[in-house]
């Protein structure tokens, strides 16, 4: 996906192990999104960035920290991965016309 | 906050004929509607969208409705093709600062040759 890409694309990790993922965007836009999707719930927000160190929780935000120390980049935190974390987790950016662009996912597995 | 239902959850179509995917929503401060499409094993990908000052929306096969009175939107593919095999979402939110769209749980699209 131009201008934005996730890293890394799959993880298997265990109970209780942090975990960090890797929203990196070359377009310099502001506002920068995390979301986790599932088999019957679509995409869920969890965290989102209107700025560098301006964070703000979404609906599904326990258990998930963020940080943003650059423009370009948006971390996304499991600070004691559980197995309900186990999906699959998508960065989007959101540029001045409205519309957003999504990485192409992480796929993060929890045993 | 906001709420947005999807229907139907999955659509199966012969090639050729049209495709309807229909959307409700909960706030009436909501001002942009977008549709993603999502491939398998790829992120969701912007295919058109509407702001709360126009009724419809075209672009080539695709099309798209807003009734704000109802507060609902829809998704209309013509003569549809294989390639159109996917799963669709729609979305509403404010647009511009902070756009914090909520999404439907999607629609699963299948176009029988």
């Known amino acids: 996906d131009a201008g934005i890409t996730q890293s890394p694309r799959h993880k298997v990790t265990e109970t209780g192990t942090p975990v960090t993922l890797r929203c990196h965007q070359t377009?310099?836009?502001?506002?920068m999104y995390w979301y986790r999707q599932d088999p019957g719930h679509g995409l869920r927000l969890i965290h989102y960035?209107?700025?560098?160190?301006?964070?703000d929780k979404g609906e599904v935000s326990d258990g998930y920290s963020v940080s943003r120390s650059k423009t370009e980049d948006f971390l996304l935190t499991l600070e004691s991965a559980t197995s309900s974390q186990t999906s699959v987790y998508f960065c989007?950016?959101?540029?001045?016309?409205?519309?957003?662009?999504f990485g192409s996912g992480t796929r993060l597995t929890v045993v | 906050g906001e709420n947005v239902e999807q229907h139907p959850s999955t659509l199966s179509v012969q090639e050729g004929d049209s495709a309807v995917i229909k959307c409700t929503y909960s706030?009436?401060?909501?001002?942009?509607f977008p549709w993603y499409k999502q491939e398998l094993g790829k992120g969701p990908q912007l295919i058109i969208d509407?702001?709360?000052?126009?009724g419809e929306k075209k672009d080539q096969r695709i099309a798209v409705t807003l009734n704000k009175t109802a507060k609902h939107f829809s998704l209309h593919i013509t003569e549809t093709q294989p390639e159109d095999s996917a799963v669709y979402f729609c979305?509403?939110?404010?647009?511009?600062?902070?756009?914090?769209?909520?999404f439907g749980k999607g629609t699963k699209l299948s176009v029988k040759p």
């Open positions: 989007a950016i959101q540029g001045t016309d409205y519309g957003y662009t």
């Open positions: 377009e310099n836009h502001r506002y």
């Open positions: 960035s209107y700025g560098v160190k301006d964070t």
């Open positions: 706030d009436s401060a909501s001002n942009y």
């Open positions: 509407i702001r709360s000052n126009v």
């Open positions: 979305a509403a939110g404010y647009g511009g600062s902070q756009g914090n769209l909520i």
